[in-house]
């Protein structure tokens, strides 16, 4: 079955990086890969997506490795406002929606 | 342009009752998703609606539970003869069109809280 893998949790330092990766080996070679967060009990939020390059807008960066079988999303600098459970999304060959079971982001000031 | 709304924000049933939870997408918005999150679990994925059609319906259970999206009026997920194992946030989104492209991002609601005595 397509699924993607996340850390269960990851710890960062106010104001450094936060590298969150993900593992996508079976998201379709034509879908876009989604990157998502929410925040307590909020409402996921869309962050970021990306195919096959790398992209950045202002909340985040996305690299995405040649093969796709993998992404990171980069908080340049996390602020403690950014602690939440960040999920990475895509479609499979049946453009089923496989969403990860997401990384919990602790900042620490 | 508002949001996506959902109601009623939280929802308390006793066992074996009927819960019926509405999601009004975005204005435009033809695409409409649900999503349960169980207590400390991530999102899980249970339909894909496009109006008057069920397009992906993988991640529902196959009994009790239902979703429609009419011509008019919101998206109803329905739960019949609710359990406590029911009991968890249910999450709609919208998108204005077919998943998963480059302008196809979600846009979630606030959630519903379904609390089963």
């Known amino acids: 079955d397509a699924k993607t893998t996340q850390p269960t949790s990851m710890d960062c330092a106010e104001g450094r990086a936060a590298n969150l990766p993900c593992n996508h080996s079976?998201?379709?070679?034509?879908?876009?890969v989604y990157w998502y967060r929410q925040i307590h009990s909020q409402g996921p939020q869309y962050i970021i997506h990306?195919?096959?390059?790398?992209e950045t807008n202002e909340m985040a960066s996305l690299i995405i490795t040649e093969d796709r079988k993998s992404s990171t999303l980069i908080l340049p600098h996390a602020t403690l406002r950014d602690t939440a459970v960040y999920y990475c999304?895509?479609?499979?060959?049946?453009?089923?929606?496989?969403w990860g079971l997401g990384t919990s982001l602790a900042v620490n000031p | 342009n508002a949001g996506v709304m959902q109601n009623p924000r939280h929802l308390v049933r006793r066992r074996g009752q009927e819960a019926r939870l509405r999601c009004s997408p975005m204005?435009?918005?033809?695409?409409v998703y649900w999503y349960r999150q169980l207590p400390e679990e991530g999102l899980k994925f249970m339909v894909y609606?496009?109006?008057?059609?069920?397009?992906?319906e993988s991640g529902m259970p196959k009994e009790r539970f239902s979703a429609e999206f009419p011509k008019e009026g919101p998206s109803i997920l329905r739960i019949q003869q609710v359990v406590r194992g029911d009991s968890a946030a249910y999450f709609c989104?919208?998108?204005?069109?077919?998943?998963?492209?480059?302008?196809?991002?979600?846009?979630f609601g606030p959630g519903t809280r379904l609390t089963v005595l």
């Open positions: 204005k435009g918005h033809s695409h």
């Open positions: 609606l496009q109006k008057e059609n069920i397009i992906d």
């Open positions: 990306g195919l096959k390059n790398n």
């Open positions: 079976t998201i379709s070679g034509n879908e876009y």
């Open positions: 989104a919208s998108s204005p069109k077919e998943g998963t492209g480059p302008t196809d991002e979600q846009f």
């Open positions: 999304m895509g479609a499979g060959n049946n453009r089923k929606l496989i």
